[in-house]
């Protein structure tokens, strides 16, 4: 039981370039969430989904979409990446007000 | 904005028990408390949710009073493995992480 995966585990992007991290989770949760997280601080919510085809704003949404085509994914789409987005990412599923499980993370530099 | 309120770090000693405590005075009704514990470089892992009294896992203890406004989460014994940061909150639809608090183990 692979539980909540994320694709890629780290990646170097250029100002301006574009990328999606992908988020899968294996147990049938109705929530997603995708936060970041930058050094020695907390997470900060960005987007979030109460079930397939739902997307919401967080607390820092901008210059990041999101979209949740299939219930076992939700996608963090950035279009034209800026070094202020460089951060850690984690991705994390749940049962409505249930415990979250979390990713391992994703690792984001923009130079 | 954060809904919950904690200490922003703490020390101990291994061997003995350390309560953290959590103020949330504008919860819902509804709403449970909930507790995660983060390790450097990975994501948070949960460790205990409670809506009401004590609860008690192999983990950790969760009191919480009638009027529900303050948590304290009692972690017994501690071992410097417990060097983590923990986080208190309490959700809707959205997990809203504050700063947490950055315990600190010493041998």
């Known amino acids: 039981n692979a539980g909540v995966t994320q694709t890629p585990k780290f990646r170097v992007l250029k100002t301006g370039q574009s990328m999606t991290l992908l988020c899968a989770q294996d147990?049938?949760?109705?929530?997603m969430y995708w936060y970041r997280q930058d050094p020695g601080m907390g997470l900060r919510l960005i987007h979030y989904s109460v079930g397939e085809g739902t997307t919401a704003k967080g607390e820092v949404p901008d210059g990041y979409n999101v979209s949740r085509l299939k219930k076992q994914n939700f996608l963090l789409g950035l279009e034209s990446a800026a070094p202020s987005q460089t951060s850690v990412y984690f991705c994390?599923?749940?049962?409505?007000?249930?415990?979250?499980?979390f990713g391992q993370g994703t690792r984001l530099t923009v130079v | 904005l954060a809904k919950t309120t904690q200490p922003i770090s703490m020390d101990s000693y291994e061997g003995q028990e350390v309560n953290i405590t959590c103020s949330h005075n504008?919860?819902?009704?509804?709403?449970?408390i909930t507790w995660y514990q983060q390790f450097p470089s990975q994501g948070p892992r949960f460790i205990i949710q409670?809506?009401?009294t004590k609860v008690t896992n192999e983990v950790a203890s969760l009191f919480i009073p009638a009027d529900r406004k303050s948590s304290t989460l009692s972690l017994p014994r501690v071992s410097l493995s417990d060097t983590a940061v923990y986080y208190c909150l309490w959700r809707d639809d959205k997990i809203i992480f504050g700063k947490g608090t950055r315990l600190h183990i010493l041998p």
């Open positions: 994390a599923s749940s049962y409505s007000n249930r415990e979250a499980f």
């Open positions: 147990m049938n949760h109705e929530y």
């Open positions: 409670g809506y009401k």
């Open positions: 504008n919860i819902a009704t509804n709403d449970y």
